[in-house]
């Protein structure tokens, strides 16, 4: 559906070409003559206006995810990371808009975990794979974009714009990454996880970390993605033993008690991953 959608708007031509103009306008764009070409660039600008184009069509929809691999990035040849990065921020080329939070890989509890931290907080969420993890730091970093709200976290989304810059991916046949690195703050970190048949809410309160060229030298690949860094509430062996997935929704601000509420209502025990504890209930530990 975001395939023939992106090839109609491609061949009308018009509304891509207005998109193309103001996004490179507003953000910096590195054309390498491979990965990103403007023509690549054209090409990920209609697959993130079919995406608006289908959720139009369904009505009390809370949240999407994509499923961008293999699907888009080999076998339509561009990953789609405008749908991450623009449907959960509040602006583009055609004007203000709505937030929808937005998630890659077809992860439904993920989703589900970003639009719980959404309509706590208002705040565009932030999603991301759990890319690095050592006693003291968690990096997140999405394959390609997160919401462009966290490349400055600032009201003004001209500010964020500014701070990010399109390059050429380091997978798929072609595509180009949205980079930025979220400054520090105190991010709610949540996710809804499976294991043995019972769900639980996982969550803490996370210390956002700048990013120093000491914590930069750890990222060993996909430094062009988006990154984030959080303290660890625990250690590594104990973090990935609790976790049970390999994805994770934040928004700036403290909404604990929110989500202990939201846990009771929906019948699932809540865990804090701060609380040793309470991460003994899930890991066994």
Not at 143 to 164: D, F, I, Q, V
Not at 213 to 233: D, F, V
Not at 253 to 276: H, M
């Amino acid at each position: 559906m975001l395939v023939k959608k992106a090839e109609e708007l491609l061949e009308e031509g018009s509304r891509v070409e207005e998109f193309y103009r103001w996004l490179t306008s507003k953000a910096e764009v590195i054309f390498d003559g491979k990965m990103l070409t403007p023509e690549v660039l054209r090409r990920q600008i209609a697959l993130y206006l079919g995406a608006k184009e289908s959720f139009k069509r369904y009505k009390g929809v809370s949240a999407v995810s994509v499923k961008c691999q293999p699907e888009l990035s080999e076998v339509y040849g561009v990953t789609a990371c405008l749908i991450p990065a623009l449907f959960p921020f509040n602006l583009d080329a055609e004007g203000e808009k709505d937030v929808i939070p937005a998630t890659c890989e077809g992860d439904v509890k993920g989703t589900v975990s970003s639009a719980l931290l959404f309509y706590l907080s208002g705040k565009p969420p932030l999603f991301g794979d759990i890319k690095y993890v050592d006693d003291d730091i968690i990096m997140i970093a999405n394959c390609g974009a997160s919401s462009l709200y966290y490349a400055r976290l600032s009201e003004n989304p001209e500010e964020n714009l500014k701070a990010t810059t399109l390059q050429g991916q380091c997978q798929g046949t072609s595509g180009g990454a949205l980079t930025y690195r979220t400054p520090k703050a105190t991010f709610t970190v949540a996710r809804l996880v499976r294991k043995g048949g019972e769900y639980f809410l996982l969550y803490f309160l996370a210390e956002g970390l700048e990013i120093t060229e000491e914590i930069e030298s750890k990222l060993k690949w996909g430094k062009q993605w988006p990154h984030t860094a959080i303290r660890n509430p625990l250690d590594k062996e104990s973090f990935i033993s609790a976790m049970g997935a390999n994805h994770l929704s934040l928004v700036p601000g403290d909404y604990r008690e929110e989500l202990r509420f939201v846990a009771r209502l929906w019948g699932v025990k809540d865990i804090n991953l701060a609380e040793k504890a309470e991460v003994r209930l899930i890991s066994g530990g």
